[in-house]
């Protein structure tokens, strides 16, 4: 497709439950980020997937928040045991390589998004 | 460590009137600055960006910031407000030191008003 997808669009879940979020990014972008924006919050920036680098977890909120990139393309956003303060909208993003500051590349391009409701 | 304020979480203006949507930033490095709009129900959209060339950016939709370092300021202006203009707004810095990871404010929200 043109754009970043995300799946699934809505996921409403129990408390306790796990939940796997699925993102397929633009063909050719090697940096993919996690997001989320809770509800009256901005964006909280979760994961950060370059290349073949470690990907900077610096931003899981807790030891239950896991992702995965295979191959370099598609992510998969890990929630074990939800909460319901897990609830709200998860964004995945990519972009081309930024790379360098000032790099005309650092466009990025957003998904729809996940809203994940833990009940 | 990079960090980004927006100074205001509610702006509200009449329509044809101008709008100023403040942002500060803190960076220990030379920052890329971005501003992304967010429509109700809609992805986010990159307004426009800073990357160390001219200090005045011109972006889409009529938007423009201006990037002043003595100020660490990059406010966002347009000359006259539409109603298509109401969304949510996100002043963005880029951390080199992080591998150009992608720091967002806190957004501000614009109300448009006939």
């Known amino acids: 497709g043109a754009g970043v997808s995300q799946s699934p669009s809505n996921k409403v879940t129990e408390k306790g439950k796990d939940v796997e979020l699925r993102c397929d990014p633009i063909s050719g972008h090697t940096a993919l980020y996690w997001y989320r924006q809770s509800l009256g919050q901005g964006l909280e920036f979760l994961i950060y997937f370059q290349g073949n680098s470690a990907p900077d977890k610096s931003g899981l909120p807790s030891d239950r928040f896991s992702a995965e990139r295979t191959g370099g393309s598609v992510s998969t956003l890990t929630i074990q045991r939800t909460q319901q303060e897990d609830s709200a909208v998860y964004l995945c993003?990519?972009?081309?390589?930024?790379?360098?500051?000032?790099?005309?590349?650092?466009?990025?391009?957003f998904g729809s998004g996940t809203q994940l409701s833990v009940l | 460590a990079q960090s980004v304020t927006q100074l205001d979480s509610h702006v509200s203006v009449s329509e044809g009137t101008p709008v100023l949507l403040r942002c500060n930033y803190s960076?220990?490095?030379?920052?890329?600055l971005f501003w992304y709009v967010q429509h109700p129900n809609k992805g986010l959209q990159l307004l426009l960006k800073y990357t160390s060339a001219a200090t005045l950016v011109k972006g889409i939709n009529g938007f423009e910031a201006e990037f002043k370092k003595s100020e660490t300021s990059f406010h966002l202006t347009k000359p006259s407000a539409h109603m298509s203009d109401a969304a949510e707004y996100f002043c963005?810095?880029?951390?080199?030191?992080?591998?150009?990871?992608?720091?967002f404010g806190a957004g501000t929200r614009l109300a448009v008003h006939p």
């Open positions: 963005v810095v880029s951390d080199p030191g992080g591998y150009n990871k992608l720091i």
């Open positions: 993003a990519s972009s081309l390589r930024p790379g360098q500051v000032g790099a005309t590349n650092e466009k990025l391009f």
């Open positions: 960076s220990s490095y030379s920052p890329s």
